[in-house]
């Protein structure tokens, strides 16, 4: 199991930017996926991008392209997700999650899943 802190968080006008992280436990993080995930209100929770273990493919969700840029640093064993050009519809709770076993988004319930941060943007 892997554990997953994210950070970064907060209150920004529509417009604006936020970079959310997620820390992440363990001594095989290169090697496996990350994602991005959010949850609004009354919603369910949704993809919003994913990053291979190496950094070399990325996924995104049609809501977020050229917006959102997912990354890591591997040393750090740390994720990235850099939000631009925010608006109110991307109000959500997000949440980190790993796939260290290689599950695929269609089993999303096997990942690890962080605690997640709540990003709030305002018109």
């Known amino acids: 199991q892997v554990q997953l802190v994210e950070s970064g968080g907060g209150l920004v006008q529509a417009g604006g930017s936020l970079r959310l992280s997620c820390a992440a436990s363990?001594?095989?993080?290169?090697?496996?996926?990350m994602g991005w995930f959010r949850q609004a209100p009354g919603k369910e929770r949704e993809f919003v991008a994913r990053?291979?273990?190496?950094?070399?493919?990325?996924t995104y969700a049609d809501s977020v392209k050229g917006r959102f840029t997912i990354s890591r640093d591997n040393a750090k064993n740390t994720v990235y997700l850099q939000m631009n050009s925010l608006k109110s519809e991307d109000t959500a709770v997000y949440y980190c999650?790993?796939?260290?076993?290689?599950?695929?988004?269609?089993?999303?319930?096997?990942?690890?899943w962080g605690q997640g941060t709540q990003v709030t943007v305002s018109s």
């Open positions: 999650a790993a796939d260290p076993r290689g599950y695929g988004l269609g089993h999303q319930n096997l990942w690890s």
């Open positions: 363990g001594r095989t993080f290169s090697t496996y996926t």
């Open positions: 990053i291979r273990g190496g950094g070399e493919s990325t």
